[in-house]
């Protein structure tokens, strides 16, 4: 280590330093503006909360920029509506209309082939947001982007999340891994692209959780049922025992749900370090430092803030999760500013609205 | 840790400045990383000089636009130059500042009308949006050509592919009866329905379907006469379209949650009417039954059959949709008895051959098929 950012435990390349109190203003704002137009301000309201969390996330010596509009976020949505909306609503209404005249097998492959077309759509559509979200990011006035426009990482991503599928799930982490790897690698910033290299076999320990839960839940929870029953005869006999059987079965359906969102919690944890783990970007290393408990902490924190909030504290979530994402995004290595020159990629001029109608997030 | 490192640069130099004019400035050209720290000066007509030992640029005023503020300084960009960022500090002369663009907090709009006011006239603007939207259905659907229902429906539904049940003294018992109840010149259409449940729909497209369960329960005819009268009310009285409007509506809302079409044209059936809408339909079902001299006591007689078994307030059975929504089965039954004139001997409507004809129906079309999709 050397240079400016020299010594010991010296500060994260990447450091937050936006505060909720600034943040309020805009997310009440926002909530206003969005409710007394009937939703349509959420795309300017989506900018404004990303101009300020970007502009409070300092990468080593400057600070991100982020340069999209609410306009053309609003084309973005307009856009999707007419050549993807327009479309799946003829195709099935005809659906529905060749299966009132008789003909259910045309009726039925029109809305299969709809239902592909989505399948497909939700692919390029995780790819188009990285690509919109990196276009619209500065650093010290440079972007980043991509040349592809997704279409063929649509087809990876219909048959990789298939076969992913088909041996009981066992190959969800290597689909998992390979998609993030062949959508970084096509993403640039700069004039240098992104590097992925994330390997399944890291996470696939963690992934077998999901199989050995069942087992290991289901005794686990008829020993809670017994013990309720237990309680309840001791407490008030036959009556008690149905009451605390009740109550042990209620157990065993908290502990089965919390039981596999833990599980859930700690696979991705273990794969967002693997994956950004294995992300470079010429010679800087990202790594992502969450640990299962600290994602449990932020899931159990968005959980109360709404609960006690009535709801308001939704608002709130936008500002924790990207606080939480720069808090443990870690870089390492040396960017050459002479040489780091601005990106060649186009740039579209609408943004997310693919993504923006399926409602998914970006990374 | 990550390290940004380029070529390190000294400037010393010193010239006059007018200080109402000028302050300190970074930018980033947008072609490199590399951060130029000078000044920016007014040149005094319509641009502004950055200076700086590493890079010279003019940037016409107008060229600039405002992107945010951070603490104690303010960013700009260009227009023409997209990836250009000017950084200013926040506290300047107000002779520079009066030249730069102004900021902009929520959107130009909003901006220009303030926060409040803008708040309220969009809320003003969303009400009416929403009292129109939620009303449209009361009054576009009455004014609807008939033609274009009645093309609407033919796409969404057609003829239903052999699923209605058709024989040939069915079928003619079955006009006879509309004739009584539709003196219209262009006939809805009625057709028996291969189901097996108590019930009758208006569909769009003037398109009535009366269920078997329903003709096969049926006392006498007159008590089918009444039912179908009632649905032809909800065609010509246009609440067909009243209701897909609505429930296209409804969709439009949810859109996402559940848009299939298909659930659209028999969302209208199950959806039923308003309570108005079916007092509008039973007083044209009473107006036809007495001009083509048909007893109402027959759809009495159902009414009174259906609050026996579903209750008087008609809602204890709500897969019934047709009895759910419909007013109290016992009021109507008396508005029916009510209608009839006292000592009349009416005619039957159909003859006792008629009506075996059409209560047989489902069972002698050999190829009827089953309507497996409600």
Known sequence: MHGKYDGEGGESAFVFEGTWREFAPIAFTNLLLTIVTLGTYRFWATTRERQYLWSRSRFVDEHLEWAGTGKELFFGFMIVLVLFGLPYFIISFGAQALIARGYEEIGAALGVLAFVAIFYLMGVARFRALRYRLSRTRWRGIRGGSDDPGFVFGLSYMWKTIVGWLPLGLLIPWSMTSLWNERWNKMSFGPYRFEASAEAGGVFARFLLFYLAPFILFIGGLFMAAMGM??????????GMALGGAFGIIGL????????GLIAVAFYAKFYREVVGAT??????????????????LLVGDALLVVFTLGIGLIFLSYRHWKFFITHLEASGEILLDELTQSTTRTARHGEGLLDAFDMGAI | MARACS??????????????????????????AVRHEGHA??????????????????VPLDDLRFGETRGEHVFYRRESETDFRLTLPADMPPGLARHLPEKSEYGAWIDRLG??????????????????????????????????????????????GGRLCSTPEGDAALAKLLDEVDPATTQVNAGVANIDMVNAVALPGGQVLLFDGLIQQAESPEELAGVLAHEVGHVRERHVMTALLRQFGMSVLLAGANSGVGDTVFGVASMGYSRDAE?????????????????????AGFFERMAEEYGDDGESNAMTGWLASHPAAGERARAYRNAAKEGADYPPVLSEREFVALQSMCEDDPDVEEFDFF
């Open chain 2, 41 to 58: 000066r007014w040149d005094g007509g319509g641009q502004l000089l950055l200076d700086a030992p590493t890079s010279q640029l003019a």
């Open chain 2, 279 to 299: 007092r509008e339909a039973d007083d044209y079902a009473r107006a036809r039954l007495a001009e083509s001299d048909v007893s109402p006591l027959g759809a």
């Open chain 1, 280 to 297: 470079r970007w010429k010679d800087l290393d990202f790594s992502f430092e969450a640990s299962t408990l600290e994602w449990v902490k």
């Open chain 1, 253 to 260: 359906i908290l502990f089965f749900y919390l039981g596999l």
């Open chain 1, 230 to 239: 237990l309680a309840g005869y001791g407490i008030g006999g036959e009556d």
């Open chain 2, 7 to 32: 070529t390190p640069s000294t400037w010393a130099r010193s010239e006059p400045m007018d200080d109402s004019f000028q302050v300190a400035a970074s930018w980033y050209d947008g072609h490199s």
């Open chain 2, 115 to 160: 926060l409040g006011k803008a708040a309220v006239i969009f809320a003003a603007a969303s009400a009416v949006a929403v009292a129109l939207f939620m009303t449209a259905p009361e009054w576009l659907g009455p004014r609807v050509p008939e033609s274009w229902e009645r093309n609407l429906g033919q796409a969404m539904i057609g003829d239903f």
